[in-house]
């Protein structure tokens, strides 16, 4: 996300080093702090995991949690696996910087209405993709992750008495996946 939106420049290596709090997870330190502040029963903690799996079964969840009436989910054909996800690098920093920072404006002043229009209209694709493809991480990048990772899932884990295995284990190559590529190729005329 950070390089899709132009703040990062650099390989994922590069990144890593200059930004060495990157790519960790708090998520038990922060929930405790919630569970403190606000009281178990008043967090309702999911996992997007489950949200993927079984959407209505996750807003059901929700809703109920919230005191609403529920809410039944169309069939959404067009959502894949790759929603919310980043898989191309800006063709332009520049202009993926000055429209980042104009999509902040825009939330700044809570105008989410432009912020969509401009979405409709394809502005922040165009604007922050076009570029190469990002890579996947390579599976030593990916295990030091994980491990880096490790004590703060174990920690989670405690925490909501749920097994988080899977996030502990090498996640399986999708079909469409290519395990050759690991960064994006930069061209000659920059």
């Known amino acids: 996300m950070i390089a899709h939106y132009a703040?990062?420049?650099?390989?994922?290596?590069?990144v890593l080093k200059s930004r060495p709090n990157l790519g960790e997870n708090r998520y038990a330190l922060f929930l405790n702090k919630w569970f403190e502040t606000f009281g178990r029963e008043n967090v309702l903690v999911t996992m997007y995991d489950e949200l993927r799996a079984e959407p209505q079964k996750y807003l059901n969840r929700v809703t109920e949690f919230i005191g609403i009436e529920r809410i039944a989910i169309s069939a959404r054909t067009?959502?894949?696996?790759?929603?919310?996800?980043?898989?191309?690098?800006p063709k332009n920093l520049g202009l993926a910087r000055r429209a980042t920072r104009l999509m902040y404006w825009f939330k700044a002043r809570q105008a989410y209405g432009a912020i969509n229009f401009l979405d409709r209209c394809g502005v922040?694709?165009?604007?922050h993709g076009r570029g190469q493809p990002f890579g996947r991480l390579t599976p030593e990048q990916e295990q030091r992750l994980r491990q880096r990772n490790l004590p703060e899932v174990e920690k989670l884990e405690t925490l909501l008495t749920i097994d988080l295995s899977?996030?502990?284990q090498p996640r399986a190559p999708r079909a469409s996946e290519s395990p050759v590529l690991l960064r994006p190729q930069r061209s000659a005329s920059r």
């Open 7 to 14: 703040w990062v420049r650099g390989s994922f290596e590069e």
């Open 78 to 89: 067009e959502i894949g696996d790759d929603v919310h996800s980043f898989d191309r690098a």
């Open 124 to 127: 922040w694709d165009f604007c």
């Open 166 to 168: 899977a996030w502990k």
